[in-house]
């Protein structure tokens, strides 16, 4: 029976740390630490998300910094918003949600995000230095940020493992690979055109899996004591509950835990990391334009 792993639990363990930090920053450096949240439109998936963020900045006492804009703005409107937050001394990190309207170029807008504000991690700069061996990125998207977290801090080894990643977007399974390759692991993407993936996901020790394709990885897909990561969010008909319809990821959970050594559940595995790794990239921001660094804050803070 597989460990599964709290992402709530870890994720509120992120929080305090980041509590002390951003105490730390405010008292001895005159920093708070601001996260400016973008939404434009009123998807109610999209307004969810960024209440989250928002409360979560509130818990730690960080400062919120709201823009709400209509779903019909124009591009113009959006990339003055992020033109004029880039500008603001008060704002150290710029999270524009996502999907943005079909009018707006979404390649556009994030582009138009300063890399040192880039908290999100999808600057191509950033993503390129993610790639290159030797080159350090400024942010490093929070998804598979968090996804490394909850192995490393749930005990699993990473170097020399054999990993797969389920997926090659490029927000989550693309950087995810390249994160794990940084620590040393074999890693193999699958993705919707590759021939037979039960014969690759099964040699794995180490599974992310962020394909958006509900319960496609079974019990019989997994290596015998393999660290499973569930990234995927899928709605899935349950007319046992008010909504119609119940989230469940991309491995099929009671299965998987049968047979693996830890997995994520969805809901509460990955999702509160990704909040958890916004709020941490942003402190991290502030932390290298003060020259503060971690194992100081912690010291005199604890």
Not at 60 to 68: A, C, E
Request: glycine share 8%; charged share 25%.
């Amino acid at each position: 029976m597989a460990q599964v792993i709290d992402g709530r639990a870890i994720a509120q363990s992120i929080h305090k740390e980041i509590a002390h930090d951003v105490s730390y920053l405010s008292n001895k450096c005159g920093k708070v630490p601001g996260l400016a949240v973008v939404i434009v439109g009123e998807r109610k998936d999209s307004q969810t998300y960024v209440r989250m963020k928002r409360k979560a900045c509130a818990e730690v006492g960080m400062k919120s910094i709201d823009v709400d804009l209509p779903g019909d703005a124009p591009e113009e409107k959006v990339l003055n918003a992020v033109l004029d937050l880039n500008a603001n001394p008060q704002v150290h990190g710029i999270s524009v949600q996502l999907p943005l309207p079909p009018h707006i170029n979404e390649e556009k807008v994030l582009s138009a995000i300063s890399i040192e504000k880039d908290v999100d991690g999808f600057h191509p700069l950033n993503i390129g230095k993610l790639a290159m061996k030797g080159r350090e990125p400024l942010f490093v998207p929070c998804t598979p940020k968090g996804c490394i977290e909850l192995l490393q801090r749930s005990g699993v080894s990473i170097s020399r493992k054999r990993a797969v990643v389920v997926g090659r977007s490029n927000i989550e399974g693309l950087p995810a690979a390249l994160l794990l390759i940084r620590l040393d692991a074999t890693v193999t993407i699958v993705h919707s055109k590759t021939p037979d993936p039960k014969s690759i996901i099964s040699k794995a020790d180490i599974i992310i899996a962020s394909l958006g394709q509900a319960n496609m990885i079974k019990g019989d897909w997994i290596k015998p004591g393999a660290a499973v990561i569930d990234v995927g969010t899928n709605a899935v008909d349950d007319l046992t509950r008010n909504s119609g319809y119940r989230l469940v990821g991309d491995v099929a959970f009671e299965e998987v835990k049968e047979v693996a050594g830890w997995i994520t559940p969805v809901p509460g595995g990955i999702g509160p990391m990704i909040v958890a790794m916004l709020l941490r990239n942003t402190v991290d921001g502030v932390k290298r334009a003060c020259d503060c660094k971690s194992s100081k804050l912690h010291e005199e803070t604890s």
